[in-house]
């Protein structure tokens, strides 16, 4: 657009989160198969973790099972929020080119950490002075940020163009639903760990899936942020009554 549009950080905040606070039912149908999926992977890889010793298993399967269930949650969610579709069934649950685009564009901000972090470790191989790197590391995580949020909206190129001038406000957003949920992952993150240890693995599944459902809500409300963002940038009316912008 020629003319910059202030985002409304708050209000944004609030439309963003309000399909999940005020139409849970909704969310409990998109997320419950991916949730049990999740925590089912969670708990697997836990479980070989404790037998052999060996936190790999755990970081595999965890990791593995994410790649899958999560871009198929978002695709489903940004559709719902941006269309109004309703989540399908478990026999309609789909995982195919869309999502798999979807992850690549999720992908992009961590291949720019990575490289970031790779350009450090050379430096420092190399042999540069301990307090230069520390302050070109700092300087190098607020740039990641500040490109992650800039590409977050749509495909990295486009993205970049569309949310000039709101980068902070974009950022204010993310930052604000991300410790109201931290918090409340937080405190069933403690009562998870006391049960874990208390009364055993399995008797604490119930948790694991409340707090795997948890993160799927951040996930939800993030990206419902995301899409309010785009509409108000871009001039839209959720829902679009015109096909949505490719994911």
Known sequence: PSEIKVLPIWDTVKAGCAPVLQDFQTFFNAAWV???????????????????????????????????CIPAFLVTW?????LNEEPPGPADIRVGPREWRFLLYSLAPSGIALAGVVFMSLLGFIGFPGALITVLSLALFAG?????????????????????????????????IAVAFTIVGMIVGAI?????????????????????????????????????????????KIPLQRPGPTV
């Not at 991916?34 to 697997?44: H, K, N, Q, S, Y």
């Not at 940004?78 to 941006?82: D, F």
């Open 34 to 68: 991916w949730t049990l999926i999740l925590t089912g992977a969670d708990l697997v890889g836990t479980m070989l973790t404790r037998w052999t010793l060996n936190p790999i298993f755990s970081l595999i399967i965890s990791f593995g099972a994410a790649l899958v």
């Open 78 to 82: 940004h559709r719902h929020v941006l």
């Open 192 to 236: 998870m760990g006391g049960l874990m240890h208390g009364i055993g693995i399995v008797l604490a599944i119930p948790v694991m899936i409340v707090a795997m459902g948890i993160y799927l809500a951040e996930a939800a409300c993030l990206a419902g942020f995301l899409c309010h963002s785009a509409a108000f940038i871009l001039g839209w």
């Open 144 to 176: 990641i940020i500040a490109v992650s949020v800039r590409i977050s909206l749509f495909a990295p190129f486009a993205s970049w163009n569309l949310t000039r001038g709101n980068g902070f406000q974009l950022f204010g957003g993310m930052l604000l």
